[in-house]
């Protein structure tokens, strides 16, 4: 059975920081991107960021770009997100998702439908 874990969310005042854990379990990490993903309240779930798994080549959306820091380490079956710099605008539940990577094909930012598994997600919520 596949599952995928998320922990570190938290209440943080704006300006400071968060690590946040993908934990997984059930298959072979080093086969799968992992995405993070976030939905604020009354908003439809963005991507945040992705890392893929043999060139750990990562991806950020623009409004975490040299804030937000994705990192994996397959013998732990962890991947992270460091959080820095957070804003109110970033208040959501933050989901990890894995992808499964077929050998041969070139890598790029998978869309979210492409994702097979998800975690149930871990709160983040920034303010004074």
């Known amino acids: 059975q596949v599952q995928l874990v998320e922990s570190g969310g938290g209440l943080v005042q704006p300006g400071g920081s968060l690590r946040l854990s993908c934990t997984v379990s059930?298959?072979?990490?080093?086969?799968?991107?992992i995405g993070w993903f976030r939905q604020a309240p009354g908003k439809e779930r963005e991507g945040v960021s992705c890392?893929?798994?043999?060139?750990?080549?990562?991806y950020y959306a623009e409004s975490v770009k040299g804030r937000f820091t994705i990192s994996r380490d397959n013998a732990k079956s962890t991947v992270y997100l460091q959080m820095n710099s957070l804003k109110p605008e970033d208040t959501a539940v933050y989901y990890c998702?894995?992808?499964?990577?077929?050998?041969?094909?070139?890598?790029?930012?998978?869309?979210?439908?492409?994702?097979?598994?998800w975690g149930q997600g871990t709160t983040v919520t920034v303010s004074s």
């Open positions: 998702a894995a992808d499964y990577e077929p050998l041969g094909r070139s890598w790029s930012p998978p869309p979210k439908y492409e994702y097979d598994y």
């Open positions: 059930g298959l072979t990490l080093d086969y799968y991107t």
């Open positions: 890392i893929s798994s043999r060139d750990e080549i990562t």
